[in-house]
């Protein structure tokens, strides 16, 4: 098969930890998040390449979401900078993050289960519609832009299949019509870069294939998509580049096979499992059962399945 263009774009790309990217969107220096005497994220450098999947990978604890919450403005740093398409966006709320074009997606709260699909969908340009100011001085552009949301969301929610539910409240979904629905609400503040926290979590295999063709249009449309996720297969199909946090730092980088096959990869998934030595014969083990887990092969999927109720397996937890 050959190499994606967003392949290519890696070709001259190290496997190590901060490596410079030929096009970086996004770059990080120093970044520090402390939680009273734990170091929940310590990361030296990083660099997002444009237009390419990147999946951050990491056992449970690694940091990954606070950096995912540190980037878009809904958690604070301690210390450290960050440039968005050569904007610095460091310590911006969330809304002039959304702006600048990074849209991180959100699981649905429960508030957000008990408003109609269509209404979750029109908040996702709330940041952008300046209301106030439109509502009371401008009323004829303020409906303009009203209908023009409303159109935009009815067009997402076509392309996500979800427009016969409409106008059904957002907590009949079942679980991955909501991953469904927090990428397509994502999109409704049209962005550069979408950050995708665990995608796959809760879906089951019958929707699968469905939500990696959503990922995969995602760059095909030219957007950057950054994703933090456990689920090993789903990593392996769709990530261009791969980059590895454990204990708050990034540990490694590359391509999804290398890193799969990096010891220190393997390293940070046993160690976030022991804190005593192992045995020879223990650490034999779990190399193996590690092993077997990162590289095998995805499961089939079965699209008879019926309604979705397990979360997705192969987690290297
Ligand atoms: N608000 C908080 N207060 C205190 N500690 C926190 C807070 N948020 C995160 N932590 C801690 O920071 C560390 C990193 O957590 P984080 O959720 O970012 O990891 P993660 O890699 O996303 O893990 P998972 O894969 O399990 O979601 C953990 O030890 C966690 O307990």
Do not use: C
Not at 46 to 54: D, F, H, P
């Amino acid at each position: 098969m050959a190499p994606s263009v967003a392949t290519d774009l890696f070709a001259d790309v190290p496997h190590t930890p901060g490596a410079p990217k030929r096009d970086a969107i996004l770059v990080a220096d120093n970044v520090v998040r402390r939680f009273g005497g734990l170091t929940a994220v310590d990361i030296e450098h990083v660099e997002i390449q444009r237009g390419a999947i990147t999946a951050l990978i990491g056992p449970n604890g690694a940091g990954k979401t606070t950096f995912f919450n540190l980037l878009t403005g809904f958690d604070r740093a301690n210390s450290g900078t960050w440039t968005f398409e050569g904007q610095q966006l460091s310590g911006h709320p969330p809304y002039q993050v959304a702006r600048a074009g990074m849209v991180r997606t959100f699981q649905l709260t429960k508030a957000l289960t008990r408003i109609p699909v269509i209404e979750n969908m029109r908040l996702g340009a709330t940041n952008q519609r300046g209301e106030h100011l439109w509502r009371s001085w401008l009323p004829f552009l303020w409906n303009q832009q009203e209908r023009s949301i409303t159109d935009r969301a009815e067009q997402l929610l076509a392309r996500f299949k979800l427009d016969h539910m409409r106008d059904e409240y957002a907590g009949e979904l079942s679980g991955g019509q909501r991953k469904l629905l927090e990428m397509a609400r994502a999109l409704m503040a049209e962005p550069t870069m979408v950050m995708l926290d665990e995608p796959m979590a809760g879906v089951n295999p019958a929707l699968t294939q469905s939500l990696l063709g959503h990922v995969k249009d995602l760059r095909t449309l030219g957007m950057t998509v950054l994703f933090v996720e456990h689920d090993m297969d789903m990593v392996r199909d769709i990530s261009d580049w791969v980059i590895v946090m454990a204990e708050g730092r990034i540990v490694a980088e590359g391509p999804p096979e290398a890193v799969m096959a990096d010891q220190a990869v393997i390293d940070a998934y046993l160690g976030s499992h022991h804190d005593a030595p192992l045995t020879e014969a223990e650490e034999e083990r779990q190399l193996a059962e590690i092993g077997a887990e990162l590289f095998a092969e995805p499961a089939s999927n079965d699209t008879t399945g019926a309604e979705e109720t397990t979360p997705a397996s192969g987690e290297p937890r």
